[in-house]
Nanobody
Framework: QVQLVESGGGLVQAGGSLRLSCVASGNVFSSSYMTWYRQAPGKEREWVAGITSSGNTNFLESVKGRFTISRDNAKNTLYLQMTSLKPEDTAVYYC?????????????WGQGTQVTVSS
């Protein structure tokens, strides 16, 4: 089982920036697909960004140009750099890992980190 620990959340004013980190245990990180999700109060969890093992990235339309996802395989760490933050970005942000283990797709979630953007 892979454990994921997010950090870096906090309270920031609109227009500000935050960088979230997610550290994974084990030795599957470099070959895994990594994603960030978020869940705002009263809303369903939504996918925000993803990065493949080779570094290809995708983003939710509403965060394109403002958020950057990256990974450091040597540190088993996933990042989400968030700039030009808006109040609607307020949510608990979760990282997730997906990889194949002997043909079976495995996925795990972190515990989340709160991001609050004040207007």
């Amino acid at each position: 089982q892979v454990q994921l620990v997010e950090s870096g959340g906090g309270l920031v004013q609109a227009g500000g920036s935050l960088r979230l980190s997610c550290v994974a245990s084990g030795n599957v990180f470099s070959s895994s697909y990594m994603t960030w999700y978020r869940q705002a109060p009263g809303k369903e969890r939504e996918w925000v960004a993803g990065i493949t093992s080779s570094g290809n990235t995708n983003f939710l339309e509403s965060v394109k140009g403002r958020f950057t996802i990256s990974r450091d395989n040597a540190k088993n760490t996933l990042y989400l750099q968030m700039t030009s933050l808006k109040p609607e970005d307020t949510a608990v942000y979760y990282c997730s890992i997906q990889y194949r283990d002997r043909g079976r797709l495995r996925s795990y979630w972190g515990q989340g980190t709160q991001v609050t953007v004040s207007s």
